[in-house]
């Protein structure tokens, strides 16, 4: 199959070395407004470029969107337009209404998915199948300050993620939201029917962190998405007083995790949705979803800071 990737900043970047590395694509096409960037990519992944989107369109079968968020919109239309398949990377577009305004002239015969890359962090898969009746849910996403992203808000960059991960393991239909922060650091509480969730995230932090935590009635989850690893305490069999302090003993389980690159499945998963003509997992309506909520939690934050 023949592959393009439109925008070299870091995460067409990544996009392109990853297609380079998977045995489905024949031939890899870059294009950026920054021609000199697209050539170093190319050569670095032994690709070829092309000197306009337009260009690049002519000559394949998929690509993933890579340029920033304000751009999405414009650049999926022409890559509808031209009768291509497309991977967008988070968040779908800038505003839920211009997504909105997007599905609408999605071609029915295109395969399109939108990256929200932790959905394939194989950790997911596992504590897909050992959640059951969560009573408590927290994510955090904390990063080190940085002048890549300057388009969206921490909630669009980061928290998102996490959204996506969690609104696929629910009922959308039933929560309530509230929301607190600024445009970097932000907190979002949600209820699930009996199910609390907690998400935080923060471009300030010194310390870089991906975690999810879950509580049931059984046992306690830990997930860090960065080591791949996952970590069960059960409740403790037993119950004792030594030297009037209270003691328990727990069973902590190490839940072995087949490590991989999630961007690799990802875009595996992609050209395999195309050439099976079956929808991507992470399917165009759901990133409509995800960028609603984003809207729900920084409405909630800038109403605060009004009445403030």
């Known amino acids: 199959m023949d592959v393009g990737v439109i925008g070299v900043g870091v995460m ?22 920054d021609t000199n ?7 670095v992944n032994e690709g070829q470029v092309a000197p306009t989107v337009k260009a690049l369109l002519e000559q394949v079968d998929a690509v993933s969107i890579c340029v920033p968020t304000q751009f999405h919109h414009d650049v999926a239309r022409t890559v509808f337009s031209a009768g291509v398949h497309a991977l967008i990377e988070k968040p779908i577009c800038q505003t839920a209404a211009d997504a909105e305004a997007l599905l609408k002239i999605i071609p029915a015969d295109l395969t ?44 669009e960059d980061l928290m998102i993620h996490d959204i996506d991960v969690i609104f696929s393991l629910f009922d959308h239909e039933k929560y309530s939201v509230q929301s607190s922060g600024t445009a970097d650091v932000c907190g979002a509480l949600f209820t699930f029917d009996n199910t609390t969730v907690y998400m935080s995230g923060s471009r300030k932090s010194s310390k870089k962190i991906r975690m999810i935590y879950i509580e049931q009635e059984d046992c306690t989850i830990e997930g860090d998405y960065m080591t791949q690893e996952i970590a069960i305490y059960r409740k403790p069999g037993q119950y004792h007083i030594e030297n009037d302090r209270y003691v328990q003993e727990n069973i902590i389980e190490k839940v072995l995790v087949q490590k991989q690159e999630p961007l690799k499945r990802e875009l595996s998963t992609f050209l395999e949705c195309v050439v099976k003509k079956k929808p991507f997992p992470v399917t165009p309506q759901q990133a409509l979803l995800n960028l609603k909520i984003c809207e729900q939690i920084t409405q909630g934050f800038v109403r605060e800071s009004v009445k403030a």
């Open 12 to 33: 067409g970047r990544n996009h392109a070395r990853v297609y380079s590395e998977l045995k489905q694509v024949d031939s890899l096409w870059i294009t950026d407004l």
């Open 37 to 43: 960037a697209a050539t170093n990519v190319a050569r």
């Open 112 to 155: 399109v998915g939108v990256g929200h890359i932790e959905r394939f962090n194989p950790i997911i898969d596992e504590i897909r199948r050992m959640i059951n009746k969560p009573l408590y849910i927290e994510t955090k996403r904390h990063n080190p300050a940085s002048t890549r992203i300057t388009d969206t808000s921490v909630v």
